[in-house]
């Protein structure tokens, strides 16, 4: 079945520190993949997506590519903020007709002034 | 623009109590999907819909029920709460062929076995 792997954390950084958590996936066709964003006491928000093979998915300085040959999503940003201090999940919805997402188990992120 | 909403937010039950969570999405959604949030877990499916009057398993759907009789509604019950049971419970939404389209989430339900 369809499995996602993410990086383990938690991560600490430094404000404006680089950030990157990584995403690797198993799923047969062709999935499309996802990061969410929690922040504390709050439900799910889409940070970014991609649907195909090489498509890059950006939003609020965050950058994930769609590898298929590595079956990787990877999560980065050149410069964190303190606001950025939250949980991320990556996220995959594979094929078949009901669009069930598989997640990942989750990466807390804490950035310090 | 109420998106997903679920009630209760929090709710604290004794072993063996009942309890029915409500998901209600006025975006005319077609799916909809109840996952429960663990501690290093990540997100599981219980259960989902792909329309009104339909309903399937998902990956751990042991102890709950379902029931999708009006469109907006998706109904998650528990007939007799275990302290297995003590998560944070999550309804999302999306429209009929949206496979490429990100699942709306609700703000989630915190609930605590006794």
């Known amino acids: 079945g369809d499995s996602v792997t993410q990086m383990e954390g938690p991560v600490t950084l430094s404000e404006e520190a680089f950030l990157t958590i990584n995403c690797t996936y198993t799923a047969t066709g062709y999935p499309s993949l996802f990061w969410y964003v929690q922040y504390p006491g709050e439900g799910l928000q889409l940070l970014l997506k991609?649907?195909?093979?090489?498509d890059k998915g950006s939003n609020k300085g965050f950058e994930a590519t769609y590898r298929k040959e590595t079956t990787s999503f990877h999560l980065e940003k050149g410069s964190v903020q303190v606001s950025d201090s939250a949980v991320y999940f990556c996220?995959?919805?594979?094929?078949?007709?009901?669009?069930?997402?598989?997640f990942g188990k989750g990466t807390l992120l804490t950035v310090n002034p | 623009n109420a998106g997903v909403t679920q009630t209760p937010k929090f709710r604290v039950l004794k072993t063996g109590q009942s309890m029915t969570l409500l998901c209600a999405q006025d975006m005319n959604h077609e799916y909809m999907y109840w996952y429960r949030q663990d501690p290093g877990m990540g997100l599981r499916l219980i259960h989902y819909?792909?329309?009104?009057?339909?309903?399937a398993k998902g990956e751990v759907p042991d102890g709950y029920n379902v029931s999708r009789l009006k469109k907006q509604n998706f109904l998650l019950g528990l007939e007799s709460a275990a302290p297995s049971q003590t998560s944070v419970y999550f309804c999302?939404?999306?429209?009929?062929?949206?496979?490429?389209?990100?699942?709306?989430f609700g703000d989630g339900t915190r609930l605590s076995i006794l």
């Open positions: 819909s792909v329309g009104e009057g339909t309903t």
């Open positions: 991609a649907t195909k093979a090489d």
């Open positions: 999302a939404s999306i429209p009929l062929g949206g496979g490429s389209q990100p699942q709306h």
């Open positions: 996220a995959l919805s594979g094929g078949g007709s009901n669009y069930k997402l598989t």
